[in-house]
């Protein structure tokens, strides 16, 4: 049974820094691909950031380019979102999920993590 489990989230101020993890567990972590999906109310699942299983090769959402840093260590079956400079529109539920590839597809990704709650008040 493949497990995934975020942490990290909470109340920062616009500006601040958090950092997300997922820890998993039900399979072998370092032939995966990981994915940090976001959903804020009333809107869409969307994109934030992916890392290949491999290299590894990392995608981000043009809304975080330059502010948040997607990683992982393969030894500890735990990947990161580090987000420096939050913004109230980050405000939203963290998901981290798994997937063959690092696609921004949310369709893509089979297993999901029940999701870390970030606010960033103004």
């Known amino acids: 049974q493949v497990q995934l489990v975020e942490s990290g989230g909470g109340l920062v101020q616009a500006g601040d820094s958090l950092r997300l993890s997922c820890a998993a567990s039900g399979r072998t972590f370092s032939r995966y691909a990981m994915g940090w999906f976001r959903q804020a109310p009333g809107k869409e699942r969307e994109f934030v950031a992916a890392?290949?299983?491999?290299?590894?090769?990392?995608y981000y959402a043009d809304s975080v380019k330059g502010r948040f840093t997607i990683s992982r260590d393969n030894a500890k079956s735990t990947a990161y979102l580090q987000m420096n400079n939050l913004k109230p529109e980050d405000t939203a539920v963290y998901y981290c999920?798994?997937?063959?590839?690092?696609?921004?597809?949310?369709?893509?990704?089979?297993?999901w993590g029940q999701g870390t709650q970030v606010t960033v008040s103004s």
């Open positions: 999920a798994t997937s063959n590839l690092p696609t921004t597809g949310s369709s893509a990704y089979d297993y």
């Open positions: 890392i290949s299983w491999a290299a590894p090769s990392t």
